[in-house]
């Protein structure tokens, strides 16, 4: 594992060749960064509980509908958490939700994903900076893209102690992660829930409180 200093602003951790962490400024800025921004944005309402920003208005189906098909085409999750000053860290995560990637997950998810659909699971090492940083404050952020498409959820992350549940969540291969395999005390599992959903796209942006 290389570390550098916190003068260079960042740190890497490598978690076994699978987790690269950043430090930033400000998460809103590094996922704005990325889509197109108008001089001007109106804010609305839509009469069906979606918030815009921008000039189309789109209702709760259509946020959930777009939103799934970034989660489900998008090669990495990014996932924010606040670090022990208080400060912005975010990091790559696998997206096990990407179709592409991980075809066996789909039944997992349909079987241990409820009411908004836009719940996540996240396996981490126990070890990891994310899991102490989460045990002080839970409130985190992911966000998603496919293009210049976007989906940023924010909610809370809680771990996972089901232990029949983590098994059935394991793959083959992740033992380059945690050696020891599914039981291994550096495997964890991370369950996120969403309480708003931000939808990106086409030069707006909708947003619905769950």
Same mark, same amino acid.
């Not at 939103?67 to 998008?74: L, R, T, V, Y």
């Not at 291994?184 to 942006?205: A, E, H, I, Q, W």
């Given at each position: 594992?290389?570390?550098?200093?916190?003068?260079?602003?960042?740190?890497?951790?490598?978690?076994?060749?699978?987790?690269?962490? $950043?430090?930033? &400024?400000?998460?809103?800025?590094?996922? /704005?960064? *990325?889509?197109?921004?108008?001089?001007?944005?109106?804010? +609305? !309402?839509?009469?069906?509980?979606?918030?815009?920003?921008?000039?189309?208005?789109?209702?709760?189906?259509?946020? $959930?509908?777009? &939103?799934?098909?970034?989660?489900?085409? /998008?090669? *990495?999750?990014?996932?924010?958490?606040?670090?022990?000053? +208080? !400060?912005?860290?975010?990091?790559?995560?696998?997206?096990?939700?990407?179709?592409?990637?991980?075809?066996?997950?789909?039944?997992?998810?349909?079987?241990?994903?409820?009411?908004?659909g836009f719940d996540m699971f996240f396996t981490t090492n126990t070890s990891s900076r994310k899991m102490k940083q989460l045990k002080v404050n839970n409130a985190c952020s992911i966000y998603y893209n496919v293009g210049y498409?976007?989906?940023?959820?924010?909610?809370?992350?809680?771990?996972?102690?089901?232990?029949?549940?983590?098994?059935?969540?394991?793959?083959?291969?992740?033992?380059?992660?945690?050696?020891?395999?599914?039981?291994?005390?550096?495997?964890?599992?991370?369950?996120?829930?969403?309480?708003?959903?931000?939808?990106?796209?086409?030069?707006?942006?909708?947003?619905?409180?769950?």
């Amino acid at each position: 594992m290389e570390r550098f200093s916190e003068e260079k602003k960042c740190s890497f951790f490598s978690e076994r060749g699978r987790e690269t962490a $950043f430090s930033i &400024g400000s998460v809103t800025a590094s996922i /704005a960064g *990325t889509i197109p921004n108008p001089a001007k944005r109106d804010e +609305g !309402k839509s009469a069906k509980g979606g918030r815009e920003y921008g000039r189309k208005i789109m209702d709760s189906a259509k946020v $959930f509908k777009g &939103g799934m098909d970034i989660i489900k085409g /998008a090669d *990495t999750a990014y996932l924010a958490t606040i670090d022990e000053k +208080g !400060k912005p860290s975010v990091r790559a995560m696998l997206n096990l939700r990407c179709e592409a990637q991980f075809p066996g997950l789909a039944e997992f998810f349909k079987k241990n994903v409820k009411s908004s659909g836009f719940d996540m699971f996240f396996t981490t090492n126990t070890s990891s900076r994310k899991m102490k940083q989460l045990k002080v404050n839970n409130a985190c952020s992911i966000y998603y893209n496919v293009g210049y498409n976007g989906l940023e959820l924010n909610g809370k992350c809680e771990t996972v102690n089901d232990l029949a549940l983590k098994e059935s969540l394991w793959q083959d291969g992740w033992e380059l992660y945690y050696p020891r395999g599914r039981k291994d005390p550096d495997y964890s599992v991370l369950k996120f829930t969403p309480k708003t959903v931000r939808l990106f796209g086409n030069l707006s942006v909708s947003e619905v409180e769950l």
